[in-house]
């Protein structure tokens, strides 16, 4: 795609807002990997699923600088599900190193009082928090997407929906000089393993780094 054409879908799409966009900047500024966070319109099509869904628990598996857990943040509070006080997105940050950035930005957002941001093992805790999920977004360790998917879906209820991130990997998962990349096989061995699962609908879209859509049976 062209940067004209991206510019021209980003002028017809909603626009990510003045903080989302000064949290992208220092993302991309002071992190080592700022493209990782979800950016503008992969940020407006989270909060949008949240719309639709109407999610009550929501469950992040990665959330580096807390970008996408504000965008779903923002679907929770426009369509005021805290009509639950207990709604929310749980999220979960494996390296503590990223605290210090990520914590200021969620507990500053206007949306802080519906994400509860933790520093730990998503596969570890999730299961400790006793709630079942309508909605996930994975974008950690991609080595172990597949331990992850079968970590979560236990979790998530029946109609629910599973977003993962990074499917495509920059097109690495059909270039063969890549076949010894450990993370670059982990993506490949959870699409393989997708397809064949009948428990799922999944739907691979080619949005930004790949984006797997999955319905639960």
């Given amino acids: 795609m062209g940067a004209d054409l991206d510019q021209y879908i980003r002028d017809h799409s909603q626009p990510e807002g003045d903080y989302l966009y000064r949290l992208w900047r220092a993302t991309n500024i002071h992190t080592i990997h700022g493209r990782m966070a979800s950016g503008h319109l992969q940020g407006r099509l989270l ?6 869904k109407r999610p009550r628990y ?6 580096f600088s807390g970008y996408s857990a504000i965008c779903m943040a923002e679907g929770l509070k426009e369509k005021e599900i805290a009509a639950s006080p207990s709604s929310c997105v749980f999220t979960f940050e494996i ?3 990223m605290e210090d950035f990520t914590r200021p930005w969620i507990e500053n957002s206007p949306v802080a009082q519906y994400i509860d941001f933790r520093i730990g093992d998503a596969l570890v805790e999730a299961p400790k928090l006793g709630v079942r999920f309508d909605m996930a977004f994975v974008d950690g360790d991609k080595r172990r997407y597949v331990e992850t998917y079968d970590t979560l879906l236990p979790l998530m209820n029946p109609g629910s929906i ?3 991130d990074n499917t495509l990997w920059d097109g690495h998962v059909i270039d063969p000089n890549y076949s ?5 096989e982990g993506i490949r061995d959870f699409n393989d393993y997708l397809r064949t699962d009948h428990r799922v609908e999944q739907l691979l879209l080619p949005m930004r780094d790949g984006l797997t859509m999955i319905y639960v049976r």
């Fill in 95 to 97: 390296n503590d190193e």
């Fill in 58 to 63: 929501i469950l992040e598996v990665g959330t």
């Fill in 47 to 52: 909060k949008m699923m949240v719309l639709m």
């Fill in 180 to 184: 010894n990349d450990a993370q670059t």
């Fill in 162 to 164: 599973m977003l993962v």
